[in-house]
């Protein structure tokens, strides 16, 4: 593996039998796409290897509609639809040289994981520290905040909360499959050909998902492999919205006390005489992670995030 453009974080010692990798996949489909490479290199070392599936990819209705001939998708079909792509994983990961073994499912809503953790009992950030603790990894794979896809990037802030309380916390490696990543620095695992091709083959196992999208699914797996450590945090919140949206927008934080949200114009916020917006200080946790978020509640039919998650760290306002 090599490190490009200056990377920020340093590149990972060898892996070995002592290596123990969990990867967390929002749906079926990322473990391939985003550390197919990974997961076999950590094997070939004879480190162990456990998937952390967080959904079971059910609430994608075009493709169903496309291969099961229907137009209106109910609940028994989402479930069928589900055990579907939960079939193909297992299949995937038996190409990558994992068992069926290697695999926990969480079960959580397909694109509903952003409402998981910001439900006020905060179940869903222990049921996953208690899942990290039985594999006790040294390593995990995580999306990145950065991500675009809205379980994307509740899926890091999920991650980053189960470990805000352990002690001695393992590395993390934060993937992008959807989106750019606003920090440059970042490790590129070397790519052997067949490994490539081992990974290409573990991809077509995801049937369902290469029916409608087969061609962007290979470019996406055909990209490098690349790890990024966890964005850095900043007092400033990143997002400057126009106007005349700021009537449909909430702000999100979470952090290992709990979630809050408001309507925008109801967010304890400052603003600074550059512009820049500030969360109140009373609303933070120093020395905790915290996390904030911007989403409308206009609807529409793009599922991707425009604002996304950040770090937040809560400082005083400047003048």
Known sequence: MRALRGAAIPGLPPFSEKTRLLVVAPHPDDETIATG???????????DVRILLLTRGDNNPWPQRWLERRLRIGDADRRRWGQRRHAEM?????????????????????????????QPDAVAVSLLAAAISRFRPDLIALPSIDDRHPDHGAAHVLVRLALARQSDAP??????????????????LGSPPGQVATKQMALTAHGSQMALSGRRMRLLAARPERYAAPASSSPVLPWRPPFWLLPWLRLSLVSTMGAQSWRWHDAPLSRDS???????????????????????????????????WCELQVDQPRA
């Open 274 to 308: 550059r512009g820049d917006y500030w969360v109140s200080p009373a609303h933070g946790m120093a020395g905790q992670p915290q996390f904030a978020r911007l989403a409308s509640t206009l609807q529409s039919p793009w599922i991707f995030d425009h604002w996304g």
């Open 90 to 118: 297992l299949q995937a990961l038996q190409r990558l040289g994992l068992p069926a073994s290697a695999l926990e499912s969480m079960g959580w809503p397909d694109m509903g994981l952003a409402d998981c953790l910001l």
């Open 171 to 188: 590395r993390l490696l934060t993937y992008l499959v959807h989106g750019q990543a606003r920090d440059a620095g970042f490790i590129e």
């Open 37 to 47: 490479l990974l997961i076999q290199q950590v094997r070939a070392a004879g480190g």
